[in-house]
């Protein structure tokens, strides 16, 4: 089997990277059987920007903090966990944004899409499902749509629902919302096609932002779950990851 194993930049991982490399040797990423990340989630995020374009699974181990979509530290045989492993297939998200010089832009995004105000005063976003109105005026700093990979992130952060990976699912979450009152967000079919038109944006603006790419004065944004960016993680059949979202949805 064949490895690219890429570090982040904590001691810790580094040396760790350096001993699979002589325990397992190195091959460039598009000529791997698997694509080793070695750090938190959010390199592992980078690594599946940067490399899923050879169609390579991933397997994470974790030397970060918290590591949702990481395998933990082991000292046993790196081929047969991955020979045994559980593959999870993550659908990212294809956004596209208009901003008020009608200029277009696109991108991809793993953990989430989220639109955020400019300024001092609260967005006013209006939301459409599959170009059927849902909510007419979000009165909000934010909103956001994530994937069930990122949803143990910043929409967790904002009280938005854990969503099991293999669960087809979309979570859209409100960011400190004001009206509607009592609206906390929703749990979508990935099919969805999701709208965002920023109300009074010349005074009101708004930004959205894709993982970590963020664009300025935008209008509005189309979001939706893709098959074509789709991409494969590894985990170790030992260390569930259902289990894993278990404890993350009781834990106080």
């Not at 699912?169 to 969805?192: C, D, V, Y």
Request: with cysteine.
């Amino acid at each position: 089997m064949k490895f690219f194993f890429n570090s982040s930049s904590n001691k810790e991982a580094l040396k760790a990277q350096k001993k699979f490399i002589f325990k397992y040797g190195q091959h460039k990423p598009k000529d791997a059987d698997v694509i080793v990340p070695i750090g938190g989630d959010g390199f592992l995020l980078k690594n599946l920007h940067d490399f899923n374009k050879f169609n390579i699974p991933f397997f994470g181990i974790n030397y970060g903090s918290i590591g949702f979509l990481m395998n933990v530290k082991f000292n046993k045989n790196l081929e047969k966990i991955i020979n045994d492993s559980q593959e999870i297939i993550l659908k990212p998200l294809e956004m596209k944004a208009t901003d008020l010089n009608k200029k277009v832009f696109t991108s991809i995004a793993y953990n989430e899409v989220s639109l955020m105000r400019q300024t001092h005063q609260a967005a006013k976003i209006n939301i459409l499902i599959n170009k059927i109105e849902r909510i007419k005026e979000l009165i909000c700093d934010g909103v956001l749509v994530s994937t069930p990979a990122g949803s143990t992130a910043y929409n967790l952060s904002a009280h938005g629902s854990i969503i099991p990976l293999d669960s087809n699912l979309l979570a859209l979450t409100p960011i400190s919302s004001f009206r509607p009152r009592r609206w906390r967000g929703a749990l979508l079919p990935e099919n969805n096609k999701i709208t965002f038109k920023v109300i009074n944006y010349n005074n009101r603006p708004v930004s959205v932002t894709a993982d970590n790419t963020e664009f300025r004065n935008i209008k509005n944004v189309e979001v939706h779950s893709s098959k074509e960016y789709a991409c494969k993680l590894l985990f170790d059949n030992k260390h569930s990851i259902e289990e894993k979202i278990l404890k993350e949805q009781f834990y106080s």
